[in-house]
């Protein structure tokens, strides 16, 4: 079973456009994240929720928008779709990292979206 | 300010010598140092990590980290490196500030190449 699961793997799509990625994971965990990864694969974090509820917003435009349903999912939406925002996608799921305080991330398979 | 430096964006090696994959941290407090592997179109997998008591820590796939406080490094150690090692290897650390603890910090990467 994966742990750690993300649609679409690949996205391919015009400059404007509205999109969607999705992330679950069955791990049990109460914590997910969305980092991106650049095309010289510089990992940086975008947002964490916990519980349901945003902890970590980093200074990412307002285009996207994370959405989490409940604790197994965090979808990412992005609006108006920009050049720049090719990249690699990853999800991530973890225990509750101010409970344990060692706690590992578990990483999705990434998602590749490239904006034309 | 939090952050992780690696210094080399590349390491080669042949098959059969030791392996070393530098990395140096900037946190407050006592550090929560991890490394992960990425291998090609793969997301991030957990190779070890660092919390508390001995400073050499075992980890996945014969891998180990020497963690030495005075010189602020954790770098990664393999005594016998195999062409399968070959892959993209990241450290991070977790942002020890409480309200902060679902933040973690990634290195820039190395590309660790393990000739036959």
């Known amino acids: 079973d994966t742990a ?11 400059m404007g456009n509205d999109k969607s990625i999705k992330c679950e994971q069955n791990l049990g965990h109460d914590t997910m ?14 947002f964490s929720y916990n519980n349901k509820e945003l902890i970590i917003n980093e200074t990412v435009p307002n285009r996207f928008s994370p959405k989490s349903p409940d604790k197994a999912h965090l979808n990412l ?37 490239l904006v034309l | 300010a939090q952050s992780v430096a690696q210094p080399e964006d590349q390491v080669n090696v042949a098959e059969g010598n030791p392996l070393t994959v530098k990395c140096t941290y ?21 190779l070890l990590k660092y919390i508390t008591g001995d400073n050499l820590v075992k980890g996945s796939y014969g891998f180990e980290a020497e963690f030495n406080k005075s010189q602020t490094s954790f770098h990664l150690k393999k005594p016998s490196a195999l062409v399968s090692d070959s892959a993209l290897y990241f450290c991070a650390v977790r942002d020890m500030r ?11 990467g190395t590309k660790l190449n393990v000739k036959p």
């Open chain 1, 4 to 14: 750690v699961s993300q649609t679409p793997k690949y996205l391919v799509t015009q």
């Open chain 1, 33 to 46: 994240y969305w980092y991106k990864q650049d095309s010289k694969k510089f990992l940086k974090i975008m």
């Open chain 1, 77 to 113: 939406h992005i609006n108006s779709l920009e050049l720049g925002d090719s990249a690699v996608y990853f999800c991530a799921s973890s225990h509750d990292p101010a409970g344990g305080l060692g706690e590992t991330q578990y990483f999705g398979p990434g998602t590749r979206l």
């Open chain 2, 26 to 46: 900037s946190v407050s407090g006592n550090p929560y140092l991890f490394w992960y592997v990425q291998y090609p179109n793969r997301g991030l997998q957990f």
């Open chain 2, 98 to 108: 409480s309200y902060n603890f679902n933040k973690f910090y990634f290195g820039s």
